[in-house]
């Protein structure tokens, strides 16, 4: 028994500690810095200000951060809708290929996402493969511009991330009774009806854990829309970079940053609200 | 048209991999409480589904009132099922559990109101509205599952071993609880089951299945007593099943040797002389006596106690025969045979009272 506690102890503590240096002192240095000025000199200034929350309200800032959320809502919902489907065939799926197909869909992640960025590029740009195939096939006269839209980074977010809608949504489709379904049919349900009233409530927690892994990501990855939007489509994680590379603005990137935590940390509250609410449902699936 | 709600005529399913049903022909009265009683395996749930739509036959007809059923799916049959694990939805209260057959059909606010609460009374859960299926015990969300069916006046209402899972006492009481409304409803159930004492007990016919084929259809009395084949006599209660020689026969009787010893039993079958056959005898049909408390010994066999299993209201006794062969036999206490206490290894005499054997072919 004791031994069993030290081993907990000591694996727990691990953990903490790494993340005590490695995360909750840097988050807490970055929280420092958002109340700091901008020095001409040095980095920053050591006098404590609200002044970079107060310029957050400027109108390009907001319209930043409109832009993101307005991107990575849109990003989750095509996630959701391309998504849902593909989990529940597979879940659903006898076929001995079930554990295969789903394989598939982490194969992606053997690659880094940069460079999986990069062959977006290289299909979207305008003497790309898509184009190329396009043309030949005589279905467009003229290259399209597709590189350098938000077209581009709806892709590249899209393509980036469905894997983490998929996964969750697989975790909870499988563990759907489909009793349940069975239930609802021979009491008189239609199709329509054991989508809306049962399938849909019962994989909620899915759904809802899904659009967490893929909207919150959308929001502050800055690589894919720098790669494939280009100075077009500045997102939230842009702004940020910019502020500490290019303007040189710790204390602003700083203060994003933090808006970006506090946002992310709602969304996560109300993630766990509604899982708690779903519990009932949880605990007899 | 007769009063048969349901006939199912020459109905088999064959899945991918294995057949399920053979050639099934059924016939199911109105308003009678039918169990299909068969080992897991027997096809009986697979039966139960082609009523239900679940699977189409592979071949042959089923008829709901009157008309052929074939293509038409689960949700448009006038049939309900209560499903063995209740199949409750655990997003919604006990109320929308039961109001969602009705809320399906379009049927008004105020009554599909009306209707919860009358069938929530009916089964004694009139208080519990607003609970969660997971905040009820087993009998509750039994009940809920009943009430869940019987609110859209099916036609048949199927039920899929649904007291499988309750706890014995409970199981009881259910049983008396499910007969009780049945009778009240006046619904045909279908009722699958793989517990024979349930099946007996509750139904007015049983069918006994094995293997994807009908046994026997007849009442729990006609299969426990006049079983057709040693398949139903070994799966409904407990048989003691003795190689039997036939020495001579006429219409009336039979003289047969059984362990060495010659009985003279009654011919009902118009068994042929020659012929091998099976004598069954139920344990309960068994009498065993000390050597001091017989004097004919002709038609009993001498037998030693190798098991006492003492239960209360009953005795039950294993005993070995001179040739080896083990029987059971079930002794109950009453005023003519008080001395119910052998002991292991004692040497006792056993025999049935003529007639209330059961004979049957020798099967390949």
């Given at each position: 028994m004791k031994h069993d506690k030290t081993f907990k102890f000591i694996t727990i503590g691990i953990i903490w500690l790494w993340l005590a240096i490695f995360a909750v002192a840097p988050n807490?240095?970055?929280?420092?810095?958002?109340?700091?000025?901008?020095?001409?000199?040095?980095?920053?200034?050591?006098?404590?200000?609200?002044?970079?929350?107060?310029?957050l309200f400027n109108t390009s800032y907001l319209k930043i951060f409109l832009h993101s959320l307005g991107l990575a809502g849109c990003c989750t919902l095509v996630c959701i809708i391309v998504g849902y489907p593909f989990a529940f065939i597979i879940a659903r799926s006898t076929s001995r290929y079930k554990g295969f197909l789903l394989f598939l869909v982490i194969i992606p992640f053997w690659t880094s996402s940069l460079i999986r960025s990069y062959a977006i590029v290289a299909m979207l740009k305008t003497k790309g493969i898509l184009n190329s195939l396009l043309l030949s096939l005589g279905l467009i006269d003229q290259p399209l511009h597709l590189l350098y839209s938000s077209t581009a980074v709806m892709i590249g977010l899209v393509y980036s991330l469905l894997p983490f809608m998929i996964l969750p949504l697989y975790a909870n489709i499988e563990k759907l009774d489909m009793r349940l379904i069975d239930a609802a049919r021979d009491l008189g349900a239609n199709k329509r009806t054991v989508l809306l009233k049962i399938i849909l409530p019962l994989t909620w927690p899915g759904i809802i854990a899904g659009s967490m892994l893929v909207f919150l990501p959308a929001m502050s990855m800055f690589y894919i829309p720098d790669l494939l939007g280009g100075a077009k489509s500045v997102l939230l994680g842009n702004l940020i970079q910019n502020q500490f590379l290019t303007a040189r603005n710790w204390p602003m990137g700083s203060a994003v940053s933090v808006m970006l935590t506090l946002l992310m940390g709602l969304m996560l509250m109300l993630y766990w609200h509604s899982t708690k609410r779903n519990k009932d449902a949880q605990d007899l699936l | 048209m007769s009063n048969n709600l349901i006939e199912i005529r020459g109905v088999s399913k064959h899945f991918p991999d294995h057949p399920v049903l053979h050639n099934i022909n059924l016939e199911i009265r109105n308003g009678e409480f039918l169990t299909l009683l068969g080992p897991s395996g027997c096809g009986k749930t697979t039966l139960l589904r082609l009523i239900s739509g679940f699977e189409e036959p592979s071949s042959g007809a089923i008829y709901l009132d009157g008309k052929d059923i074939a293509g038409i799916?689960?949700?448009?049959?006038?049939?309900?099922?209560?499903?063995?694990?209740?199949?409750?939805?655990?997003?919604?209260?006990?109320?929308?559990?039961?109001?969602?057959?009705?809320?399906?059909?379009?049927?008004?606010?105020?009554?599909?109101e009306q209707r919860v609460h009358e069938v929530l009374r009916m089964v004694k859960l009139d208080t519990f509205l607003r609970r969660k299926p997971h905040q009820l015990s087993g009998g509750q969300q039994q009940r809920v599952a009943i009430a869940r069916a019987v609110i859209n006046k099916p036609l048949v209402l199927l039920l899929d071993?649904?007291?499988?899972?309750?706890?014995?006492?409970?199981?009881?009481?259910m049983q008396i609880e499910l007969k009780q409304l049945q009778k009240q409803l006046g619904i045909t159930f279908i009722f699958v089951t793989h517990d024979q004492e349930e099946a007996l007990s509750m139904s007015d016919r049983v069918v006994v299945m094995h293997d994807g084929?009908?046994?026997?259809?007849g009442t729990p009395r006609q299969v426990y007593e006049e079983p057709d084949n040693l398949q139903v006599a070994k799966f409904i209660g407990e048989v003691n099943i003795f190689e039997t020689k036939v020495l001579a026969a006429d219409d009336k009787q039979l003289q047969v040797e059984i362990e060495g010893k010659l009985f003279t039993l009654k011919n009902r079958r118009k068994y042929k002389?020659?012929?091998?056959?099976?004598?069954?005898?139920?344990?309960e049909d068994l009498q065993v006596w000390s050597p001091s408390e017989v004097n004919?010994?002709?038609?009993?066999?001498?037998?030693?106690?190798?098991?006492?299993?003492?239960?209360g209201c009953t005795v039950d006794l294993m005993l070995r025969l001179m040739s080896g062969k083990r029987l059971a036999a079930t002794q109950f206490f009453n005023e003519d045979d008080e001395k119910l206490d052998f002991l292991l290894g004692e040497a006792v005499w056993v025999h049935w009272i003529p007639g209330w054997e059961v004979i049957l072919p020798h099967e390949a």
């Amino acid at each position: 028994m004791k031994h069993d506690k030290t081993f907990k102890f000591i694996t727990i503590g691990i953990i903490w500690l790494w993340l005590a240096i490695f995360a909750v002192a840097p988050n807490g240095l970055v929280f420092l810095t958002s109340l700091l000025q901008q020095g001409d000199n040095e980095l920053v200034r050591l006098q404590l200000t609200l002044n970079s929350y107060f310029d957050l309200f400027n109108t390009s800032y907001l319209k930043i951060f409109l832009h993101s959320l307005g991107l990575a809502g849109c990003c989750t919902l095509v996630c959701i809708i391309v998504g849902y489907p593909f989990a529940f065939i597979i879940a659903r799926s006898t076929s001995r290929y079930k554990g295969f197909l789903l394989f598939l869909v982490i194969i992606p992640f053997w690659t880094s996402s940069l460079i999986r960025s990069y062959a977006i590029v290289a299909m979207l740009k305008t003497k790309g493969i898509l184009n190329s195939l396009l043309l030949s096939l005589g279905l467009i006269d003229q290259p399209l511009h597709l590189l350098y839209s938000s077209t581009a980074v709806m892709i590249g977010l899209v393509y980036s991330l469905l894997p983490f809608m998929i996964l969750p949504l697989y975790a909870n489709i499988e563990k759907l009774d489909m009793r349940l379904i069975d239930a609802a049919r021979d009491l008189g349900a239609n199709k329509r009806t054991v989508l809306l009233k049962i399938i849909l409530p019962l994989t909620w927690p899915g759904i809802i854990a899904g659009s967490m892994l893929v909207f919150l990501p959308a929001m502050s990855m800055f690589y894919i829309p720098d790669l494939l939007g280009g100075a077009k489509s500045v997102l939230l994680g842009n702004l940020i970079q910019n502020q500490f590379l290019t303007a040189r603005n710790w204390p602003m990137g700083s203060a994003v940053s933090v808006m970006l935590t506090l946002l992310m940390g709602l969304m996560l509250m109300l993630y766990w609200h509604s899982t708690k609410r779903n519990k009932d449902a949880q605990d007899l699936l | 048209m007769s009063n048969n709600l349901i006939e199912i005529r020459g109905v088999s399913k064959h899945f991918p991999d294995h057949p399920v049903l053979h050639n099934i022909n059924l016939e199911i009265r109105n308003g009678e409480f039918l169990t299909l009683l068969g080992p897991s395996g027997c096809g009986k749930t697979t039966l139960l589904r082609l009523i239900s739509g679940f699977e189409e036959p592979s071949s042959g007809a089923i008829y709901l009132d009157g008309k052929d059923i074939a293509g038409i799916p689960p949700h448009q049959r006038h049939v309900n099922t209560v499903f063995q694990s209740y199949a409750l939805f655990p997003h919604m209260d006990v109320f929308d559990n039961v109001a969602f057959g009705l809320r399906c059909k379009g049927i008004a606010k105020d009554e599909v109101e009306q209707r919860v609460h009358e069938v929530l009374r009916m089964v004694k859960l009139d208080t519990f509205l607003r609970r969660k299926p997971h905040q009820l015990s087993g009998g509750q969300q039994q009940r809920v599952a009943i009430a869940r069916a019987v609110i859209n006046k099916p036609l048949v209402l199927l039920l899929d071993e649904p007291l499988s899972s309750l706890d014995y006492r409970l199981r009881k009481t259910m049983q008396i609880e499910l007969k009780q409304l049945q009778k009240q409803l006046g619904i045909t159930f279908i009722f699958v089951t793989h517990d024979q004492e349930e099946a007996l007990s509750m139904s007015d016919r049983v069918v006994v299945m094995h293997d994807g084929e009908i046994q026997q259809i007849g009442t729990p009395r006609q299969v426990y007593e006049e079983p057709d084949n040693l398949q139903v006599a070994k799966f409904i209660g407990e048989v003691n099943i003795f190689e039997t020689k036939v020495l001579a026969a006429d219409d009336k009787q039979l003289q047969v040797e059984i362990e060495g010893k010659l009985f003279t039993l009654k011919n009902r079958r118009k068994y042929k002389a020659e012929q091998t056959l099976y004598t069954l005898v139920r344990p309960e049909d068994l009498q065993v006596w000390s050597p001091s408390e017989v004097n004919d010994t002709e038609t009993m066999f001498s037998a030693v106690v190798e098991e006492v299993i003492y239960k209360g209201c009953t005795v039950d006794l294993m005993l070995r025969l001179m040739s080896g062969k083990r029987l059971a036999a079930t002794q109950f206490f009453n005023e003519d045979d008080e001395k119910l206490d052998f002991l292991l290894g004692e040497a006792v005499w056993v025999h049935w009272i003529p007639g209330w054997e059961v004979i049957l072919p020798h099967e390949a």
